[in-house]
C-alpha cells in the first residue's frame, strides 16, 4: 500500500495523515522481506529449499538494517534507501530516508529470522529478548506520536520513524512471537496453563491502558484542569483500580473453574473406587496392555491366576514370561491382532510365577482413542481344571467309539451276509430292513470314525510339509464331484503353504462336500474355490450358491452335533473336525452366509 502511494502521490497511503512522517518505500519493502521469511519459515517442513530461500531472505533484511546504521556511522555511503521514487522522496530537510531506529529494528529482526532454525536454550532466549526489544523501540515509537514526544520516535537530528512504520514493526515482532521457537518468556505466555491465559489477556491492558490514561492525564494537564502531580496520581490510581478489576475478574473466574474442577475430579474419584472394587472382586483376571505390550492395570484375579502384578512384571511383558517358549510368536500375534481392532478370543497354556503350568481362556477388546486402538484389553479365566474334565472326556469318547465301533462293524458284517446269503428266504419287508439296517450301521460307522478322527486331532502332533493347494483341491474336487454331478466348480490360484497335508486334505473334503451337499437342490449350482489376501495373510475360501443359513443360527455351527439344516444327511462333526484341524496349525475359521443364497467359508492357515 506505502509503494502504491508513493506511485500514486498518496499521502494517507504513505503516512496516514498530512504532515506526518511518510514511510521510505525501501522500508516497505524491508516489511515485504520480513512477511515472506515468517511465511516461508511456516513451511520448512517442505525441505532444505524452503530453508535457503528463508535464510537468505533474512540476511537481506539484515543487511538492509545493517547497511544503513553504518551509513548514520559514517562508514558506508550507499544509500539505497533513495532508490525508489528518489525526486520524490526529496524534501526541503533533506532526503525522506530510513530512521536509524527503523535500521536497528530491520538488523534485529534480519538477525532474529536468521537464528529461527536454531534449537539451543540460548539461541531461544536471544530470540525473546530481540522480541521484546523490538516491540518496546516500535511501542516507544507509538507512544511518542500519540504524546508528541518527538525524542521517543526521533534519534537526534536525523529522520524520525513514521507511525505507520512503527505500527508495521510491532506487528511483524508479534507475529514471531507466535510463529518462531519459544523462548522461557514466550513458552509461558503462549502456554494452555492459567499463567499463559492471564498474561495474554494481561497484555492488552498493560499495552494500553496505561497509555490511555497517560494521554487523558496530558491532555487534562495542557487544558489546565489540574497540576502535573495531581495528574499523575490520578492516571496511576485510575489504572491501578481497573487493573485490580482485571485481576479479580480473573481469579473469580479461576476459582470457579478450580470450584468445578475439584467437583469433577471428586466425582471421578469415586467413580474410579467403584470401579476398581468391582473389577478386583471379578472371578476373571483382568489386565490392561499399552500398544507396547506393557501392563498398564491389572485385578486381584489376574494376580491370583499368574502370580504376576503390574509391578513385578517389569518392562520384559507378561507374553515372554508366562508363555511357553514355541507359542510366544503365535500369542504375540492373536494379541496384536486385538490391537488393531480384530476381536478374537483364544485358550493357552501359561506358566505360573511359581512355575507350575495352567490353561486360560483370553477375551480381547481394543481400547480406542482419538479413532484409534491406543490399547487392549483382557480378560481371562482359569480354565486347567474344565480342560482336565474335557480331556477325560475326549479320552473316554474315544475309547467308547473305538469299543463300539466294533460291535457296530460285526452287526453290518452279519446284515450284510444274511442279505447275501439268504436273500431268497427273506419275504419284501424283511429285506427292506436288512437294508435299512445295512444304512443305519454304515452311518455308525462313518459317525464313529469322526468321533474318533476329532479326538485324535487333540493328541497327535503335525507333520508340516509344503503342500500344492491347487493341486490338492483338484483332486478332492475330482473325487467328491459326484455328490452334486451338475454343480460348476471353478478353482483359481491357490498359494502354496506348509502344513500338514492329510489334515488339509480333511479340510477341503469336509468344506467341498459340504458345498457339493448344500447346493444340490438349486437348478444351477455354482461353487468358487480361491484365494484372498487380508491383512498380510493368505485367506483361502469356498463359496456355494446353496441352502445358506440365517447367521443368528450360525452361534454353535462348529460345536459337535450341532447342525443348522435337519432337511440334508449329516451328523455335525464335519465342521467341528475342520475348526480343530485350522486351530492346531494357529489358523482361524469363520462363515458369512445368506439363507437361500449360499455360504463361503473362510480360513487360514
Known sequence: MVIIGWATDSTVLISIAPGMTAMNP?????????AGSLYLYTLRHKGNNIRHLQRAISFVVLLM??????????????????????????????????????????????????????????????????????????YLGIIGYLYSIRTAYQIGPFVPMALNTACCFIAIYMASFLALPQGRISSVLGSNNAGGKLGRRAIPFLLLLPVFFGYLRLKGEQAGLFEAAYGTALSTAAVMVLMFLMVYSYARQLNKKEKEKAQATFQI????????????????????????????????????????????IGDKGLIGIVCQNNDVAAISEKLDNVRQVHIDDFEMEIVHKDGYRLWVSVAGRPVYGNADVKAAFFTITDITEKKKVIEDLKSFISFAAHDLRSPVSRIEMLAQAMFEDEADLLSADGKENLQLILRTTGEANAMLGDVLRLAKLNADSLDKREVKMREMVQETVDKLHHINPVAIIKVEHLPTVIADGAALKQVWANLISNALKYSSKKINPQILIGCIQKNAKNVYYVRDNGAGFDMEKATNLFTPFSRVHTDFEGHGLGLPIVKRIIEKHNGQIWVDAVEGQGATFFFTI
Open 65 to 138: 538494517g545493517a547497511v544503513k546504521l553504518l551509513e548514520y556511522a559514517g562508514v558506508l555511503h550507499i544509500y539505497f534507501d533513495r532508490w525508489l521514487f528518489t525526486d520524490k522522496l526529496r524534501t526541503r530537510y533533506g532526503f525522506n530516508a530510513i530512521a536509524p531506529n527503523t535500521a536497528l529494528l530491520f538488523s534485529l529482526a534480519g538477525t532474529l529470522f536468521l537464528i529461527s532454525y536454531r534449537r539451543s536454550a540460548i539461541s531461544r532466549q536471544v530470540n525473546d529478548i530481540i522480541k521484546l526489544s523490538g516491540v518496546m523501540i516500535a
Open 269 to 312: 474419584t469415586k467413580s474410579e473406587e467403584k470401579y476398581r472394587t468391582l473389577v478386583d472382586t471379578l472371578k476373571e483376571g483382568v489386565v490392561y496392555f499399552d500398544r507396547e505390550g506393557k501392563i498398564m492395570f491389572c485385578n486381584n484375579s489376574f494376580t491370583e491366576i499368574t502370580g504376576y502384578t503390574a509391578g513385578n
Open 26 to 34: 525501501m522500508t516497505a519493502i524491508g516489511f515485504l522481506l520480513c
